[in-house]
């Protein structure tokens, strides 16, 4: 695994290693936030259909099974979550958020997405600053022609199309501090962009790059936006998070030892822990048997780096 990015000439040439510090085998593991009323680590192994929940420590997972797969998810004000299955968004209550083991929670349906295009699915997506879900489509089918969109999401709005280009693979969904600047990309393009965003109105403007992503082999995925206003990215084939500044250069490299990795968050009782979640799928066997923590989560602490909470989905009641 080529590791080639150029790191900012005001830091050491090093960079830092994740450890692991969950074992899972997650064939596709995505969405990682920290849930901080429940201090718990929440993610999604998409392609086996589960929502699933760790608390630093604990030998056991919480795994709650979904009629469907889950690309993207937020928690709500209320303790429900919001998640967005394949072609549908939906509220799920857990009986308990802070059991182990298997549970079934209830699903709610809210509204269809994208549902007379077959080929595309939810996938990745996060709250804005005001509570709202921001998320994207993607193109399963093998051609990947870009016909993946943006929505927003409200109990006060309704499903709402940003006004953003087609992607094949949407990705890198993240908000800066004020709420203002909204990011995103095309997974394929290798681009991460940048642009001007209202909650309210779900009007975007001035749609432009914020970072190139190299080397060829690197390919931006999930992202998440620190308190100082930096973008960290998780790349997938190149084994590694990316931390950019505002103006979108380089400033750190953390490794993960396994080829896929998906989403970071930070989290912990100081947000100065980065966590990353990672995936198995397209992985050859003697990739597998080198990088046998593929699927697992990594992470490190990092003192002089503090992260931002998502906000909780405001799934109040339109009206209410």
Known sequence: MSNDTPIDPNRPAEADLAQPMLAQSATLGEGLQWHAPTQRWWWTDIEASTLNAWTPGASQTLTAKLPDRLGSFAHCRSGRLLLGLAKRLCLATLAD???????????????????????TRINDGRTDRRGYFVFGTMNQASDKRPI???????????????????????????????????????????????????????????????????????????????????????QWGAGRVVQYSP???????????????????????????????????DQSREELERLPGSG????????????LPDALFDDQPAGA
């Open 296 to 307: 697992s989560l990594f992470g490190l602490r990092l003192p002089l780096v503090r992260g």
């Open 247 to 281: 103006e979108g250069q380089v400033m750190r490299v953390v490794r993960v030892a396994a080829n896929n990795s998906t989403c970071p968050a930070f989290g912990g009782e100081l947000m100065d822990q980065l966590m990353v979640s990672t995936a198995r799928v």
């Open 148 to 234: 993946g969109s943006f929505y927003q999401y409200s109990m006060q709005h309704g499903l709402r199309r940003l006004a953003l280009p087609a992607v094949a693979i949407a990705n890198s969904i993240c908000f800066s501090p004020d709420g203002g600047t909204m990011y995103f990309c095309d997974t394929l393009s290798q681009t991460i962009m940048q642009c001007d965003y209202d909650a309210e109105s779900a009007q975007v403007a001035r749609v432009r790059p914020f970072a190139q992503v190299e080397p060829a082999h690197a390919w931006p995925d999930g992202s998440v936006i620190a308190s100082d206003a930096s973008l960290w990215n998780a």
């Open 97 to 119: 958020a802070q059991a182990s083991g298997s549970v079934s929670p209830t699903i709610q349906s809210l509204v269809p997405v994208d549902p007379a295009e077959p080929r």
